[in-house]
């Protein structure tokens, strides 16, 4: 039996060929080396993300989570969902407290989910990965599996916004969350002075209002930039892609020189614990981290 | 006026405030708002051109019956959901949430400002994740760029070519979830049904019968 079991709920964008599949691949190779066991809720649907507030009103949205809710009830009962992406996190997390105190909501749920042959009891606790590496595990935890310490690399820390607001990790604050320096430290890299770390990167905006969300991102990677950074590191699906992929755009708008790689935490993760570049989705970086690679190959 | 705009403007009269309570989702805090402007310092979006008027100032309109000034406003479809301003407001009030709930209740009743472009990203997301129940990337992009017609999107597309061939050679975009491949829920009737209910239930429950 494994050390930690949870029920999983990977999202949309972790899926085969999807935006984020590097890092559910990256997960899975973490999990495996401190011997976590995910279980994929059978059949989950999509939270709905921030974005579908208008189209979807309240109560459409709340089913969508109450049923991934019941479906990991009945099929892993007794626990926790595990979810990678913030906005996965967030969105299920939300819907679990409104319909913890709202009993109005909670009965109309029901009898909505009752049209997919479902009902609800119990909601389970919703967490982020990141919450179950420090508090299910701890740091310290963390350390022991490493085999090739990150020495010498300088990672800026991208906490953003999902992780971080308005649940954010137990114990930290929104201002100035530490857990994602400790992180990049604990794989014995240095982690920068970003004071950038909690900005948003324009999230779903990107799509509608492009130039707002770009000029966002170029604070966010400039910054990164001045504090001596190498790469950047985030905990979040959305964070990693539009910090990422907007790079060369920003680059033609702004006459900037960007072309600064951003990682997963389990891809540093799964390096430090002596995996290969294959294991932690190297190649599913759009701005190749070729020190990675070389580091992954040695 | 629409129907439904016409049916909430005569049932509510001159207070817009109890309007916004009742309807909106989270609009019963907006009078717990005690205009101190920390929100409107700390959004990110609130820095660029396109806000007509920030939370707080929203909330104040709000309270002063400004209904035609609120509902057509920008300023809601403005928000990035990085809950900034939820976190640091002294009095609590879940201020992502409202303007969430404000710019639902605009769009629901008709009153929305037209061819707002987070709006129809908010449709175009909704009605492709609940599709099939989980969201199709290459589908979402494709209705995205061609919201104009197909030369506008092949414009938009050439422009952003060199991000989405960059993905496609990560294996982060798959091209062929265009024909009808992609990922989706085995029970999609199941969440139809549900969705539909859901809908009908809420409906019902705020006294919209347009």
Request: glycine share 8%; aromatic share 8%.
């Amino acid at each position: 039996m494994a050390r930690k079991e949870y029920a999983f709920y990977p999202g949309c964008s972790s899926q085969k060929g999807a935006s984020a599949s590097n890092y559910l691949t990256s997960v899975e190779s973490m999990c495996k080396t401190l011997d976590i066991k995910m279980t994929e809720i059978p059949d989950w649907n999509c939270c709905g993300a921030s974005i579908s507030y208008a189209e979807a009103g309240e109560l459409p949205r709340l089913a969508m989570n109450a049923r991934n809710f019941a479906l990991a009830e009945t099929n892993l009962p007794g626990q926790d969902i595990v979810a990678t992406c913030a906005a996965c996190w967030l969105g299920s997390r939300e819907s679990k407290e409104r319909l913890e105190h709202n009993s109005v909501l909670m009965a109309d749920t029901n009898e909505a989910l009752k049209e997919a042959g479902l009902n609800l009891k119990v909601i389970p606790e919703v967490r982020h990965m990141v919450e179950v590496l420090i508090e299910d595990l701890g740091y310290d935890e963390l350390a022991k599996p490493i085999k090739k310490p990150l020495d010498g690399m300088k990672f800026a820390g991208y906490v953003g916004c999902q992780t971080n607001r308005p649940f954010g990790i137990s114990g930290e604050s929104f201002e100035n969350p530490m857990y994602l320096d400790k992180l990049v430290e604990t794989v014995g890299a240095e982690a920068t002075k970003f004071d950038q770390k909690v900005t948003c990167c324009g999230g779903a905006l990107a799509f509608s209002e492009p130039d707002k969300a770009q000029a966002q991102i170029k604070d966010i990677i400039e910054a990164a930039y001045d504090s001596g950074a190498e790469m950047l590191v985030t905990p979040c699906p959305l964070c990693q892609a539009n910090t990422e992929v907007y790079q060369g755009q920003i680059n033609k708008k702004y006459g900037t020189k960007f072309n600064m790689p951003v990682l997963y935490y389990s891809q540093l993760m799964t390096l430090a614990y002596g995996g290969t570049a294959k294991e932690a989705a190297l190649d599913g970086n759009v701005i190749r981290a070729r020190k990675l690679e070389e580091f992954a190959s040695k | 006026m629409s129907d439904m705009n016409q049916q909430m403007a005569e049932r509510y009269r001159n207070n817009f405030l109890k309007e916004i309570e009742e309807q909106a989702e989270m609009g019963d805090w907006v009078k717990m708002c005690m205009q101190c402007g920390v929100c409107s310092g700390s959004c990110p979006t609130n820095f660029h051109a396109g806000w007509d008027h920030p939370p707080q100032e929203l909330f104040m309109m709000i309270r002063a019956g400004k209904r035609d000034e609120v509902l057509e406003s920008n300023s809601m479809w403005m928000c990035v959901s990085c809950y900034n301003c939820y976190v640091r407001c002294p009095r609590k009030v879940p201020i992502t949430h409202i303007m969430h709930g404000i710019a639902e209740y605009a769009y629901r009743i008709g009153r929305a400002p037209k061819n707002q472009p987070t709006q129809f990203l908010s449709k175009t997301f909704w009605d492709n994740a609940t599709k099939t129940g989980r969201v199709n990337e290459v589908k979402l992009t494709q209705s995205l760029y061609f919201k104009n017609g197909i030369m506008d999107g092949i414009k938009q597309a050439m422009a952003m070519q060199d991000v989405a061939l960059g993905l496609v050679k990560a294996k982060r975009l798959n091209p062929m979830e265009a024909l009808g491949g992609g990922h989706k829920c085995k029970d999609i009737k199941g969440i139809h049904a549900m969705l539909d209910k859901a809908r009908e239930l809420e409906n019902k429950r705020k006294g919209r019968t347009a």
